[in-house]
């Protein structure tokens, strides 16, 4: 016990001569500023719209904004940096364009013993709720956030969302919700105690200091299961995909087929395909899921406009598409390309599912995620149950990553636009047929059955 004690002082020394031998680093406004002019050069050059949503004359002014008011400093934190840099990528809002949060210099805090804000906190109706995980104390289930160390509720969600790329506002509430602790942290240096002011339901005002909590308590709570199956009853089963590879997966692959050949052999008649916390992944992956539920013919897109510019020419693609795009774009005077795929029809299937399928999603359903559910929509493979997906079906995508030359931020810019199989140009993210929370044991799902019109 004394050994394993001391192994444990030996190792947090060790972490935090690490972290604090670290000299902070200091940027300088100009290297901001170079940071900021470059990326907005390059996402200019790649985007195939950058002003889609928020147009050229206000994100030069706010862009002229922030490079005055950098000079009301001589020097920064990175995070500081990092905070000047995400705003103004965050304003295109576009989800696949972004400045990405310093994930390193997190978990070197979380290593050295640092501590976490210890309550979940929701976005819900533009009002922080407070929720409980591993606090010291519980609060009252459902109290609204007003302070932390002072700085009131308010400040906290308009600074963290004005970081956070995103194009509905219910992703964005789900992002903060799932990054308040590291935003925390990042944005206003908070590493606590915590001193919280809150409101409880019956409308009183209570203070509370919690210390928070540390990474290894983080730990136990775990992670969410990429995928799994699990039956609810001899006539239904649950298929959780909660991410999808990026890249084509021999495990992945391995698992669907298992899956509906259990179903198959169970003869199961509902089935809830669960993808609310799905973040995207590739579409290839998620057609695969199609196979098993439709032999109807489909497309994943009805178009997809991509723009070859020289960046990304350079980066993806060998010399003779770089120069035969690169000559076609200069006759055309536009680097912008619509393609249009054919249908494609799925390939046989013994394990093919006939019953009745549902696919749930909420707005954590986002990228190729949400692009799936619109296949699934559109072509009727299944019924959509839920909330409206934060991902839009029709949206920009696909990502030209790049580094900033004098920060080392990593950042990243869409170079595509796809539009739903429907070929629906809507601004909204996929609309369940049957819009309702779903509850735990999904009663609601199976007291309606499968009569959209109840």
């Not at 995103?166 to 206003?188: H, I, K, P, V």
């Not at 990228?367 to 997906?389: H, M, N, R, W």
């Not at 990593?410 to 796809?418: D, E, H, N, V």
Request: glycine content about 6%; overall charge negative; hydrophobic content about 35%.
């Amino acid at each position: 016990m004394r050994k394993n004690m001391l192994q444990k002082v030996w190792i947090s020394l060790i972490f935090a001569f690490i972290l604090f031998s670290i000299p902070v680093q200091a940027i300088s406004p100009e290297e901001i500023e170079a940071d900021l002019l470059h990326m907005r050069e390059l996402l200019e050059e790649v985007h195939p719209n950058l002003y889609h949503t928020t147009s050229e004359e206000v994100v030069e002014s706010f862009q002229t904004d922030l490079i005055g008011q950098l000079y009301e400093k001589e020097e920064y934190t990175f995070l500081e940096a990092y905070k000047k840099l995400a705003s103004l990528a965050a304003l295109f809002r576009d989800g696949h364009t972004q400045v990405y949060f310093p994930q390193k210099e997190w978990d070197n805090y979380l290593a050295a013993g640092g501590r976490i804000f210890p309550l979940r906190v929701q976005l819900a109706d533009e009002i922080l709720i407070l929720e409980n995980i591993l606090a010291e104390k519980k609060l009252p289930e459902g109290s609204e956030l007003l302070s932390i160390n002072g700085i009131p509720a308010n400040k906290l969600k308009t600074e963290m969302l004005s970081t956070l790329s995103y194009e509905s506002r219910a992703f964005g509430a789900r992002l903060l919700t799932n990054n308040f602790s590291r935003l925390l942290w990042a944005l206003f240096e908070i590493e606590g105690p915590f001193k919280i002011s809150y409101r409880t339901p019956g409308e009183t005002e209570e203070k509370i200091t919690l210390q928070g909590f540390k990474a290894e308590q983080l730990s136990e709570r775990g992670e969410l299961e990429p995928y799994r199956l699990e039956f609810l009853s001899p006539e239904s089963a649950l298929l959780v995909i909660n991410s999808v590879p990026g890249e084509i997966n021999d495990d992945y692959f391995d698992f669907l087929q298992e899956s509906f050949k259990e179903i198959k052999e169970k003869e199961i008649e509902y089935l809830l395909i669960d993808m609310r916390n799905n973040g995207g992944g590739s579409t290839h992956q998620f057609n695969e899921v199609y196979h098993y539920l439709s032999d109807t013919p489909y497309r994943s897109y009805s178009r997809v406009y991509t723009r070859f510019s020289r960046p990304v020419l350079a980066k993806y693609h060998p010399w003779y598409r770089q120069l035969y795009f690169g000559l076609l774009s200069l006759i055309r005077r536009d680097d912008v390309f619509m393609f249009e795929s054919d249908l494609r029809h799925p390939p046989e299937n013994d394990y093919r599912f006939t019953g009745q399928t549902y696919l749930l999603v909420g707005p954590a359903t986002f990228s190729a995620a949400a692009g799936f559910a619109a296949l699934c929509q559109d072509y009727g493979a299944a019924l959509i149950v839920g909330k409206e997906t934060g991902g839009l079906p029709t949206s920009y995508g696909d990502s030209f990553f790049f580094d900033l030359p004098q920060t080392g931020l990593r950042a990243r810019s869409s170079y595509k636009y796809f539009i739903r199989p429907s070929g629906e140009k809507s601004d909204r993210g996929v609309i369940p047929d049957w819009e309702i929370d779903i509850d735990e044991d999904f009663a609601e799902i199976f007291e309606r059955g499968g009569d959209i019109n109840k």
